[in-house]
């Protein structure tokens, strides 16, 4: 087994336990990290054929598809070769529930077939999404109290890798029936903020997650070379299975960085209580950009854009297309007998362009600043309508336009401020 796994240092550690004779893999001069007990064999799996003596004796093997790559199939040739009865894979669960990159579902197909046609005891674990891939939220919560990234809404069932890994040696012992696929997750699907309520209940802290513009997720995917729109990119809730093959069931464990304490890893762990134990997390719809932990603020913002863009749209359409006579002789349009054609024209088109920068940029992801700028714009356009309306003794409709100009004010104050798209 490739020792420096999540998964594989934990099925390592499980057997140890039952004296059970380990070989680990390992790329590199990593024996000395190993240990005593378990004999380390050094080489590039991509490329299996140095392998072949080492596999004399072995009974199981446990393969991620990640550390094998195109060697995959030699690999199990040279096993069946050497007398080896089981392989246990490790795959992944958008085999079955397809999501992210079909490219990555793909290669993990491909892999359950080679070992399925291979001639060995075999057994598939698709396994979610890993407790401990939330560890790469440490840095920031040791550093604050908000975790930004993409996708706050995206939904998979966490599971703890001792979970996996306790299924996992099973199988290599043979305690699990060949020729069998099993979906291992967590009972309960979480999406990111969800995860990041858990943390904060486990730490003691009011931790929060904030959405980040999700040009800003993509642009630092490329440069790391990940796929530019999130692999758990789903909103719906992710599957889930209550057990383990039976026996015996998974226990739900979670991994989290905690900030007070190093762990053999580099980083802090602690186990926090279950979701059931766990504040109320709220419910409310989000948008695609939340500042999650107040998502009522944040709901108001796009009600109150929604409000705007359909005023600023009917007076756009209204002041761009009905003839000036017309116009005129509607309550409220008196003041259309003293200005030009030209002019009114002109100031429905900019409210159509407002209908459009209230709301779209966000919805879009292109330029959501202009929602805050549009709305300051409209804070103007209030205060000349105000004041022409009162000129004309129209007390009701300057009661109206305050109200626009009050929305406008708030969806400034919002957008610029603390429930910013970029923040």
């Given at each position: 087994m490739a020792w420096n796994g999540v998964v594989g240092r934990q099925v390592m550690n499980l057997l140890l336990q039952e004296s059970t004779a380990i070989t680990a893999v390992t790329r590199g001069p990593g024996s000395a990290a190993l240990p005593d007990d378990v004999q380390a064999v050094s080489g590039d799996l991509f490329r299996p054929q140095w392998i072949e003596a080492a596999l004399e004796g072995v009974e199981a093997l446990q393969i991620s598809p990640r550390a094998t790559g195109p060697g995959l199939g030699e690999l199990l040739r040279?096993?069946?070769?050497?007398?080896?009865?089981?392989?246990?894979?490790?795959?992944?669960?958008?085999?079955?529930?397809?999501?992210?990159?079909?490219?990555?579902?793909?290669?993990?197909?491909?892999?359950?077939?080679?070992?399925?046609?291979?001639?060995?005891?075999?057994?598939?674990?698709?396994?979610?999404?890993?407790?401990?891939?939330?560890?790469?939220?440490?840095?920031?919560?040791?550093?604050?109290?908000?975790?930004?990234?993409?996708?706050?809404?995206?939904?998979?069932?966490?599971?703890?890798?001792?979970?996996?890994?306790?299924?996992?040696?099973?199988?290599?012992?043979?305690?699990?029936?060949?020729?069998?696929?099993?979906?291992?997750?967590?009972?309960?699907?979480?999406?990111?903020?969800?995860?990041?309520?858990?943390?904060?209940?486990?730490?003691?802290?009011?931790?929060?997650?904030?959405?980040?513009?999700?040009?800003?997720?993509?642009?630092?995917?490329?440069?790391?070379?990940?796929?530019?729109?999130?692999?758990?990119?789903?909103?719906?809730?992710?599957?889930?299975?209550?057990?383990?093959?039976?026996?015996?069931?998974?226990?739900?464990?979670?991994?989290?960085?905690?900030?007070?304490?190093?762990?053999?890893?580099?980083?802090?762990?602690?186990h926090p209580p279950s979701a059931a134990d766990a504040p109320p997390i709220p419910t409310t719809p989000h948008s695609p950009h939340t500042k999650t932990g107040s998502p009522p603020m944040n709901l108001a913002l796009w009600i109150a854009a929604g409000l705007l863009t359909a005023v600023a749209l009917a007076g756009g359409i209204s002041k761009t297309f009905i003839p000036k006579a017309r116009l005129a002789a509607q309550h409220g349009g008196e003041w259309t007998q003293d200005a030009s054609t030209g002019f009114i024209k002109t100031l429905g088109v900019l409210e159509l362009l407002a209908a459009i920068g209230l709301t779209l940029p966000a919805v879009l992801d292109i330029a959501p600043v202009m929602v805050p700028v549009t709305a300051a714009c409209w804070i103007a356009l209030m205060v000349g309508a105000m004041i022409t309306h009162g000129r004309l003794g129209q007390s009701r409709l300057v009661l109206l336009n305050t109200v626009y100009l009050a929305l406008a004010i708030f969806i400034a104050w919002g957008r610029f401020g603390p429930w910013s798209f970029s923040s």
């Open positions: 040279l096993a069946v070769r050497q007398g080896v009865q089981r392989v246990v894979l490790l795959s992944a669960t958008t085999v079955e529930h397809p999501a992210g990159e079909a490219r990555f579902a793909a290669q993990f197909q491909h892999a359950e077939d080679l070992v399925s046609s291979s001639g060995l005891d075999w057994t598939v674990l698709r396994l979610a999404d890993f407790a401990a891939n939330a560890l790469a939220w440490a840095p920031q919560i040791r550093s604050g109290d908000v975790v930004r990234g993409a996708y706050g809404r995206a939904a998979t069932s966490p599971i703890h890798e001792t979970d996996i890994a306790a299924v996992a040696a099973r199988a290599l012992r043979g305690g699990v029936p060949p020729g069998s696929i099993h979906t291992l997750t967590a009972p309960q699907s979480l999406d990111q903020v969800e995860k990041v309520h858990l943390i904060g209940a486990a730490l003691g802290r009011a931790l929060s997650f904030r959405n980040s513009r999700r040009s800003t997720y993509a642009r630092a995917c490329s440069r790391k070379g990940c796929p530019r729109r999130s692999p758990t990119a789903c909103s719906a809730p992710w599957p889930t299975t209550p057990t383990a093959p039976d026996p015996p069931p998974a226990l739900w464990k979670n991994c989290w960085a905690d900030p007070r304490a190093p762990s053999p890893t580099g980083h802090a762990t602690t």
